[in-house]
């Protein structure tokens, strides 16, 4: 296994599962943009870990070949910190999708976000819910027909990386899972940045989207950014451009990651001489 990491085989990061999405889906394109990140990366299996949560996406975990935990909807960014936490020497990889990112699971991602855990969270972007069959998402259009929205829903759409940058996330890009190569390198970035990073794949769902994406318009509005932008603002002005679909990267700062500042508490603690059970529990007597 070590030495097919070495060579940089594609197959060696492949799961004994075959990718069960539907045909035409662009989870593939975005499995194997990651597959070639890794792959580039060398990063070792057996120090690799992907958390999911609940939906088409979620079961990324199934057909790579790493530690995999598959969850219950909208927690799987509580269990990566928690896994970084508990062992620092993992790569901790975080594949979901909108619904459950930012429906359900969307009021972790703020304090993920400020606590800067070393993860990498690959949010699925296809604006529909696609495992359910068919209903309207977080990032669904205003004025859209699903299952649930029969007469067409009454809220804007939420902006994933706009979110993020909001948030203070210290990585934020955008890729598509159309554009695999460049997605492939923005990956690559997100792992290697110490700290919380957040890439948004705008993708598509080959069985319930087809009638409010077209992909063709969508390409027609898509430019790259050379360079993260020079402040904030700049940033959330990009993601948040009505017009043109920007891709690359918004946000790439660096601050001290959860572990940094675990590791410093944990020192001051112990020099402090009172980290005891006996003297927390004195406190609340």
């Known amino acids: 296994m070590e030495s097919d990491v070495q060579q940089g085989t594609f197959q060696c990061y492949l799961g004994n599962l075959d990718p069960v999405w539907c045909p035409g889906c662009g989870d593939f394109s975005v499995l194997g943009a990651f597959i070639e990140?890794?792959?580039?990366?060398?990063?070792p299996t057996h120090k690799l870990a992907l958390v999911s949560g609940i939906g088409c996406s979620s079961r990324f975990p199934f057909f790579v070949k790493a530690y995999g935990f598959h969850g219950v909807h909208g927690r799987a960014l509580p269990i990566a910190q928690g896994l970084k936490l508990a062992n620092p020497e993992l790569t901790v990889v975080v594949p979901g999708g909108d619904g459950d990112g930012l429906a359900i699971g969307g009021g972790h991602l703020p304090h993920v976000?400020?606590?800067?855990p070393d993860i990498t969270y690959i949010l699925f972007n296809n604006s529909i819910y696609g495992l359910t069959k068919g209903q309207a998402s977080p990032t669904s259009a205003r004025h859209l027909s699903t299952k649930t929205t029969p007469y067409g829903l009454m809220t804007d759409a939420v902006n994933p990386s706009f979110l993020a940058l909001t948030y203070?996330?210290?990585?934020?890009?955008r890729g598509a899972a159309v554009k695999r190569e460049h997605l492939s390198n923005l990956i690559m970035q997100g792992i290697q940045h110490p700290g919380f990073s957040f890439i948004e794949v705008i993708t598509s769902c080959s069985s319930f989207n087809t009638k409010h994406v077209s992909i063709t318009k969508v390409l027609q509005r898509m430019a790259y950014?050379?360079?993260?932008?020079?402040?904030?603002?700049?940033?959330?002005?990009?993601?948040?451009d009505p017009q043109t679909i920007y891709l690359g990267v918004f946000r790439k700062v660096e601050r001290p990651t959860l572990s940094d500042n675990t590791e410093r508490t944990r020192t001051v603690a112990q020099k402090s001489g009172t980290a005891t059970v006996e003297t927390l529990l004195r406190q609340f007597a």
């Open 113 to 116: 976000a400020r606590n800067n």
């Open 37 to 43: 990140a890794a792959r580039k990366l060398g990063l």
């Open 168 to 173: 203070g996330a210290t990585f934020v890009a």
């Open 225 to 240: 950014l050379d360079n993260p932008a020079e402040d904030n603002m700049e940033a959330m002005r990009l993601a948040a």
